[in-house]
């Protein structure tokens, strides 16, 4: 297995930074591959995020519907939102469902951590679970986002995959772990 490991492995001679934003930076990495040959790689620094699937006591998942200007367009999504430093996930996930629902969920449950893009960000998200919704005292809100809160069925929300209007990744995933949990 260590040969394999050998080939597969890139140590990382230098990195440069093309850019330092207020969420992400890109850094370019010169590594050695295998076999000596330098290569590089263009790698987008990202803190980390979290993603919380909902659930109200109807049994309807909360969906948020915002722009995305990256892809340009309005998204149906979880709640979701960066991890600000030295912030754990779950007071992120707590932080970030009363911001963009006014909710508060008094059940929580740990679902995954996973890269949505290994190939070119080391972004990685905590896909929470939450239950037991209430309306919080005095929900907060983030000024620069503008979102609509939408509750619909799950089966709802399936058929939405299926028709290609749900189309964000953490979603589709927070989903599929809803839908496997009900059967």
Known sequence: ?????????????????????????????????????????????????????????????????????????????????????????LECARRELLEETGLEGLKWKNLSVYYPSPGFCNEIIYLFQAEELRSAVSPTSDPEEKIAVVNISLSEAWALINQGQIKDGKTIIALQFAMIQRT
């Open 1 to 89: 297995m260590e040969i394999i490991s050998d080939y597969l492995s890139e140590k990382t001679l230098s990195t440069s930074y093309l850019y330092r934003g207020k969420i992400i930076n890109v850094r370019q990495d010169r590594v050695r591959i295998y076999g000596g040959q330098t290569v590089f790689r263009e790698i987008v620094e990202h803190p980390g995020a979290v993603a919380i699937l909902a659930l109200n006591n109807q049994g309807e998942v909360v969906l948020v519907r915002q722009h995305r200007q990256a892809v340009g367009q309005i998204m149906l999504e979880i709640p979701a939102g960066k991890l600000e430093p030295e912030e754990e996930p």
